[in-house]
Each structure stands twice: as C-alpha cells, then as structure tokens.
C-alpha cells in the first residue's frame, strides 16, 4: 500500500469548516470596514436628528484593522491568531469609544445649553420659547448609534470565523502552533504544513478523513470518491 502518498490540491482550503471559518472572517473584515461610515453618535438638535460617522470619531482605526484583516485573507495567509487580535484590539476600541460617547455627548451638550443662558434670556423676554438642546429622557447609552453595534458584531463575527478555521487545522495539528501559523505535529511536534495529509516525522493523519481502502491516498471527510484512484470512499 502506497501510504505516503497523499492528495494535494485540495489542501488545507479543502476542509469545509476552514472554508465556512474564512468566508466568515472575510464577511466580519469588510463589515468592520463598513462600520466607521455608518452613524456612531446621534442626537436631536433643533428638531432634526444630528448624526456623526464613527470615521469623524476614532472609526479610521476599526477600518484599518479591517483592510489588514481582508488583506491577510485575500493574499491567503494562514493566520487565525493574528485575526483574533485584530478582532479583540478593534472591540476593546469600540468599547472605549461607545464610553466615549456616552459619556461626552450628554456632557458637551449641557455645556452648549450653559452656553446658551444670555440668548435664551433675551428670548425669554421678547415672548419666545427658550432654545433646549438636551433632549430629554435620553439615557446616555441613546447616543450611541448603529455603527458601533455593527462593528461589535463585526469583532465577533472574526473570532468566530478564525476559531471555526483553526479548529478544522487542527485535527491533526497543535492548536496554538495553528493560531500562530506555523502548524506543528500534534503528534510528534515536527513542523507540518497545510495540505500535508500525514506527518512526514510519524505518519499522524493531519487531515480530518482516512486513507483510501485501496489505494492509501488519503481522502477527505466529505469525499465521495478518492482523489487518486477513483475507489469508493462512502463507507
Ligand atoms: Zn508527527
Ligand atoms: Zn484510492
């Protein structure tokens, strides 16, 4: 039995959990990219409804991880753990903003009000309504808008995605090595690469599936049919 001889071209792109965990990330990048364009902070003012672009605010930051997120997936960079970094960096910068906005909005415009006192006493005494821009019963997380929810969803989404893409590696493979991008044996520790089907140090199936009854090509979960012989794999 020819073992050894194992089935490219499949590789790791094969796996359909890394397939659905890289379509996800890709999803979750370009919706981190969109996010800074869509409203972060909205309040009334003068009867209409104000809204700002997370972009005008610290969004350019969330974009920017999300360029670099799709760019490592599109140039089909291995690399799981680099996206949750990314994923955890944009949310803690999400955080730190929607605080940001809850906490100022409200604030600034009460400073706006105090500034208006001279005006809306002169108003008060020609007979018209003072002018009010704090609007009431706004709760100071009201301020924060749909950008920054998207974006949060968005942050989770590639967490999900990469742990779905690390998880179908590492069937054969240590995991943290996979996060890392420089997969290793789980077996043995010897250094492996994507799209290898066994250990070339101790023969551990790296890839999720068997080898092929006839043959010994190794044919993937899924497989109807082996790659390399045309034996039936549906057993
Ligand atoms: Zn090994
Ligand atoms: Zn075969």
């Known amino acids: 039995m020819a ?4 089935v490219q071209g499949g590789s790791g792109f094969g796996l359909p959990l890394a397939k659905s965990g890289r379509l996800l990330q890709g999803l979750a990048a370009l919706l981190l990219q969109a996010s800074p364009l869509l409203p972060w902070v909205q309040f009334p ?14 969004g350019a930051l969330v974009m920017a991880a999300g360029v670099f997120s799709l760019g490592l997936l599109a140039m089909r960079v291995r690399l799981p753990g680099v996206q949750i970094l990314l994923a955890l960096f944009s949310a803690w910068w999400i955080n730190l903003d929607a605080r940001f906005i809850a906490e100022r909005t409200p604030y600034y415009l009460k400073k706006l009000q ?17 002018i009010d821009v704090v609007p009431s ?4 997380g009201d301020f924060v808008a749909l950008g920054v929810w998207v974006a949060a969803a968005s942050c989770a989404l590639l967490i999900v995605g990469a742990v779905l893409e690390a998880r179908d590696y590492r069937r054969g ?9 420089w997969p290793r044996c789980a077996a043995c520790s010897a250094r492996v690469y994507h799209g290898m089907s066994y250990c070339p140090s101790c023969r551990h ?5 068997a080898p092929c009854e006839r043959c010994g090509a190794w044919v993937q979960r899924g497989w109807k049919w082996c790659a390399q012989c045309g034996a039936d794999a549906r057993v």
């Open 114 to 130: 105090l500034s208006l006192v001279g005006v809306n006493d002169l108003l008060t005494k020609v007979g018209q309504n003072p």
């Open 137 to 140: 019963g706004w709760q100071p």
């Open 3 to 6: 073992v050894g001889r194992s």
């Open 205 to 209: 199936g790296l890839l999720d599936g």
């Open 45 to 58: 003012l003068l009867g209409m409804t104000l809204i700002v672009p997370g972009i005008l605010l610290h």
């Open 173 to 181: 493979m240590q995991v943290g090595w996979v996060l890392l991008g």
